[in-house]
């Protein structure tokens, strides 16, 4: 029987950036976003911009937060990222409009293939539709696209594709309600 070899692993494919910028935005990152002060949001916008960040006008970006790598972040306006929130984006993350991603939620694209013994890096993209409320410590799964009004509840775990106006809840995340907005 086949073992996982760990010293066989290789992203020498996987390119998320030159060296110099990655440095300079872990810095940026530890400064003005992993950090517990709480910078004013225009100066964070300003640096994820600065970063290649695709963000409209009105966000809100609390104390706390890490975003691996700004270049592939898209966020829409009138967007809330709570304390805490990990945006581990080795894809493309887009984040709608009007879109509440709460405290300590994680967002993941990147995952390993565990049926290879050299336990391959996996990457996939992660779309999150507008009017979507990500609950507190919820985590949604590389691949995975959050229709439009859907909530996650706090401690969630989704690992497949949502259906728009509909509550989940769970690990794995499973429908439980529609939302109806009044």
Same mark, same amino acid.
Request: net charge positive; with cysteine; hydrophobic share 40%.
């Given at each position: 029987?086949? &073992?996982?070899?760990?010293?066989?692993?290789? &992203?020498?494919?996987?390119?998320?950036?030159?060296?110099?910028?990655?440095?300079?935005?872990?810095?940026?990152?530890? !400064?003005?976003?992993?950090?517990?002060?709480?910078?004013?949001? !225009?100066?964070? +916008?300003?640096?994820?911009?600065?970063?290649?960040?695709?963000?409209?006008? @009105? %966000?809100? =970006?609390?104390?706390? %937060?890490?975003?691996?790598?700004?270049?592939?972040?898209? %966020? /829409?306006? @009138?967007?809330?990222?709570?304390?805490?929130?990990?945006?581990?984006?080795?894809?493309?993350? +887009?984040? $709608? @409009?009007?879109?509440?991603?709460?405290? $300590?939620?994680?967002?993941?694209?990147?995952?390993?293939?565990?049926? +290879?013994?050299?336990?391959?890096?996996?990457?996939?993209? !992660?779309?999150?539709?507008? $009017?979507?409320? =990500? /609950?507190?410590?919820?985590?949604?799964?590389?691949?995975?696209?959050?229709?439009?009004?859907?909530? %996650?509840?706090? $401690?969630?775990?989704? &690992?497949?594709?949502?259906?728009?106006?509909?509550?989940?809840?769970?690990?794995?995340?499973?429908?439980?309600?529609?939302?109806?907005?009044?």
């Amino acid at each position: 029987m086949k &073992t996982v070899r760990l010293d066989r692993f290789k &992203t020498d494919w996987y390119n998320p950036g030159g060296k110099l910028k990655r440095i300079i935005w872990y810095l940026m990152n530890s !400064i003005f976003f992993k950090s517990s002060i709480p910078y004013p949001c !225009i100066i964070k +916008k300003v640096l994820l911009r600065s970063f290649g960040a695709k963000v409209a006008g @009105n %966000i809100v =970006v609390k104390p706390s %937060i890490s975003i691996k790598y700004p270049w592939f972040l898209t %966020i /829409g306006d @009138n967007v809330w990222l709570g304390e805490n929130v990990w945006i581990d984006n080795l894809a493309d993350v +887009k984040v $709608g @409009n009007n879109v509440c991603i709460s405290q $300590g939620a994680y967002i993941t694209t990147g995952n390993h293939n565990y049926k +290879k013994e050299t336990f391959d890096l996996i990457v996939s993209p !992660i779309t999150i539709e507008d $009017g979507v409320w =990500v /609950g507190a410590r919820a985590i949604i799964c590389p691949g995975v696209t959050l229709k439009t009004h859907c909530v %996650i509840s706090a $401690g969630s775990v989704v &690992t497949d594709n949502t259906n728009s106006y509909m509550v989940y809840q769970g690990n794995p995340a499973k429908p439980t309600r529609e939302r109806k907005i009044e």
